[in-house]
């Protein structure tokens, strides 16, 4: 087949997963439950881990670990933090995500770490867990230059005194529907690899990725594979997506740029 054709082929192929294209990014509420929930213990635990990974990712020096140990590799971390926090799986799949992308961007200018979190509410449900919402301060303090911030709304889903997950608020949560959905345009990147479809999933990425990184992608992935958002590592339509197995292991980063023709980039993290 000529190129030409191959690449009409795979637009065709990428229109058809598209599906509802227009799908709503979006999920919809349901109303908060009827007894009132105080979401700070959550909020707590949120703070702790995020403090933990970014001191520890980030070598902070001023800012000592009292649950990851010294060295921990991301995995010997991550098991660290659900053990001592009690992480449902989702908030478990998040501290990975976060602790992978950390360890591929330490700054070793980074002297401080401090989390700031204000606005804690309930604002709804979801698929019966009471969902709260928190904005976060992430600081940096750096022994020459700037201290840098970021501030982030997470949306949290409890579980009990757990803290289940911990997720991206758009405000509402992330469908995963749909290619303006930075999960669902994973999906759609994935289930093009999983098919076999590397033409598609190449124009998908806009020949950034190769056949031999998707393959590797393929292997790696399947139906169980979950997908997790980082909102701390948004820049401007740019998304992070992970891809993790049900034990809560990276297996892939994606790279999600939202737009008229969103694109999807693979990165191998193994």
Same mark, same amino acid.
């Given at each position: 087949?000529?190129?030409?054709?191959?690449?009409?082929?795979?637009?065709?192929?990428?229109?058809?997963?598209?599906?509802?294209?227009?799908?709503?990014?979006?999920?919809?509420?349901?109303?908060?439950?009827?007894?009132?929930?105080?979401?700070?213990?959550?909020?707590?635990?949120?703070?702790?881990?995020?403090?933990?990974?970014?001191?520890?990712?980030?070598?902070?020096?001023?800012?000592?670990?009292?649950?990851?140990?010294?060295?921990?590799?991301?995995?010997?971390?991550?098991?660290?933090?659900?053990?001592?926090?009690?992480?449902?799986?989702?908030?478990?799949?998040?501290?990975?995500?976060?602790?992978?992308?950390?360890?591929?961007?330490?700054?070793?200018?980074?002297?401080?770490?401090?989390?700031?979190?204000?606005?804690?509410?309930?604002?709804?449900?979801?698929?019966?867990?009471?969902?709260?919402?928190?904005? /976060?301060?992430?600081?940096?303090?750096?022994?020459?230059?700037?201290?840098?911030?970021?501030?982030?709304?997470?949306?949290?889903?409890?579980?009990?005194?757990?803290?289940?997950?911990?997720?991206?608020?758009?405000?509402?949560?992330?469908?995963?529907?749909?290619?303006?959905?930075?999960?669902?345009?994973?999906?759609?990147?994935?289930?093009?690899?999983?098919?076999?479809?590397?033409?598609?999933?190449?124009?998908?990425?806009?020949? /950034?990725?190769?056949?031999?990184?998707?393959?590797?992608?393929?292997?790696?992935?399947?139906?169980?594979?979950?997908?997790?958002?980082?909102?701390?590592?948004?820049?401007?339509?740019?998304?992070?997506?992970?891809?993790?197995?049900?034990?809560?292991?990276?297996?892939?980063?994606?790279?999600?740029?939202?737009?008229?023709?969103?694109?999807?980039?693979?990165?191998?993290?193994?």
């Amino acid at each position: 087949m000529s190129r030409r054709l191959a690449r009409t082929a795979a637009v065709a192929t990428l229109l058809l997963l598209t599906g509802c294209a227009s799908a709503d990014p979006v999920s919809t509420l349901d109303d908060a439950p009827a007894e009132a929930i105080d979401p700070t213990g959550q909020v707590t635990i949120l703070t702790t881990m995020l403090t933990e990974l970014y001191a520890h990712g980030l070598d902070a020096g001023s800012t000592p670990t009292s649950i990851i140990s010294d060295g921990a590799t991301v995995a010997v971390a991550v098991n660290e933090l659900t053990s001592a926090l009690d992480l449902g799986e989702g908030a478990r799949d998040f501290a990975a995500a976060t602790a992978f992308e950390l360890s591929v961007a330490a700054d070793e200018a980074v002297d401080e770490v401090d989390v700031a979190t204000s606005g804690a509410e309930i604002v709804g449900s979801h698929d019966g867990q009471p969902v709260a919402t928190v904005r /976060v301060v992430l600081s940096a303090s750096r022994t020459s230059g700037p201290t840098t911030e970021a501030t982030v709304t997470y949306a949290l889903l409890l579980d009990g005194d757990r803290l289940a997950d911990v997720e991206t608020w758009a405000p509402g949560l992330d469908s995963g529907v749909g290619l303006s959905s930075p999960t669902g345009a994973a999906q759609r990147f994935l289930d093009l690899v999983q098919a076999g479809d590397l033409e598609a999933a190449r124009f998908f990425s806009d020949d /950034v990725n190769t056949d031999a990184q998707l393959q590797v992608l393929a292997t790696a992935t399947d139906d169980d594979t979950r997908l997790v958002e980082l909102p701390q590592a948004q820049l401007g339509s740019a998304h992070v997506v992970y891809a993790l197995d049900p034990q809560g292991s990276v297996l892939g980063r994606f790279e999600v740029l939202l737009g008229s023709q969103t694109r999807v980039v693979y990165s191998p993290t193994a």
